[in-house]
């Protein structure tokens, strides 16, 4: 399987992860006035997702190479549906 870093799209996710990472660490210094307990909300949420981001890019990446990996070897495996129903004696049903 290859590695996250030879994803361009992991490596735009994983840079993005950083910046809301450097978002959360910003908001800890909460203006005057400002609403503090939306403030820490918000950096719990942020906190929580930006770690998610990479590795579920990653997943979704892998996932979608290995589905086409199999898709490629199960159609080297297998043969065509019509050379199936010739093999089995399709040519006698249709009157060929």
Known sequence: MPEPEEFPLYNLAFKF??????????LRLVPEG???????EG??????????IPPKVYRALTSKAEEEEG?????KKLPSFSENFFE???????GV
Do not use: T
């Open 43 to 52: 950096i719990k949420v942020i906190s929580h997702y930006q770690s998610l």
């Open 88 to 94: 089995v004696g399709g040519d006698d049903r249709l």
């Open 34 to 40: 400002a609403d503090e307990y939306l403030i820490l």
């Open 17 to 26: 992860s950083q910046k809301l990472e450097k978002l959360a660490d910003d």
């Open 71 to 75: 898709n490629r070897n199960l159609k």
